[in-house]
């Protein structure tokens, strides 16, 4: 059974603290490794498709990794807007996707 | 285009109740799936459809019903409303769900079974 699991589960930052948020993942086949951003109320907005170890994407301040067991999402000089939930998801081989519980960020003025 | 849209946004049913939540989308996507969202516990899938004619089940199907007979819509049936299926739902589509394009996703429903 494919598992995705996601640390930390909340991350608080000054504006300009950059961290990292990990997705350690078990799957029987990567079709890909899915990133995306949802604001309270809403639904999931797509951020990366990664589909290879040592595949990156970058969007403004955000940067995501991948190897063979997982991925990063890397906030760099966060500000407020960027203050939400991240997901990530795994589809396998039965096209199925997979997502872990969330790291919700917050980051502060 | 609306994307992908869901209706109702907010429901409150008694226990033993059945309803239809409604997706919809303009996009001419063939995969159309739905989710259920618990807190702490990520996005999990209910069923999924690959073109209308066809759906299967998902992770957790048991209490829902579903059917795609056009391209764009893709009501989620419950059959018998109980307080274990008080969640926020969410309608997702994407082109053609082999593993390389992207999911879109609405805006959700807040449900809640007393």
């Known amino acids: 059974e494919d598992q995705v699991t996601q640390s930390p589960e909340a991350l608080r930052l000054q504006e300009g603290e950059s961290s990292s948020l990990n997705c350690s993942y078990t799957?029987?086949?990567?079709?890909?490794l899915f990133w995306y951003r949802q604001d309270p109320g809403k639904g999931p907005e797509f951020l990366f498709t990664?589909?290879?170890a040592g595949e990156e994407k970058e969007k403004e301040r955000l940067k995501a990794t991948l190897t063979k067991k997982e991925s990063f999402l890397h906030i760099t000089a966060p500000k407020p807007e960027d203050s939400a939930t991240y997901l990530c998801?795994?589809?396998?081989?039965?096209?199925?996707?997979?997502f872990g519980a969330g790291t919700t960020v917050t980051v502060r003025a | 285009n609306a994307g992908v849209t869901q209706t109702p946004k907010f429901q409150v049913l008694k226990t033993g109740q059945s309803m239809t939540l409604q997706c919809a989308q303009d996009?001419?996507?063939?995969?159309m799936s739905w989710y259920r969202q618990d807190p702490g516990m990520g996005l999990r899938l209910i069923h999924y459809?690959?073109?209308?004619?066809?759906?299967d089940q998902g992770e957790v199907p048991n209490g829902y019903n579903v059917s795609r007979s056009t391209t764009e819509d893709f009501p989620l049936r419950l059959l018998s409303a109980a307080p274990s299926q008080t969640s926020v739902y969410f309608c997702?589509?994407?082109?053609?769900?082999?593993?390389?394009?992207?999911?879109?996703f609405g805006p959700g429903t807040r449900l809640t079974v007393l």
């Open positions: 799957v029987s086949g990567l079709r890909g």
């Open positions: 459809s690959v073109g209308a004619g066809i759906t």
């Open positions: 996009m001419n996507h063939e995969y």
């Open positions: 998801a795994v589809r396998s081989n039965d096209y199925k996707l997979s």
């Open positions: 997702a589509s994407s082109y053609s769900g082999d593993g390389t394009d992207t999911q879109y």
């Open positions: 990664l589909y290879s």
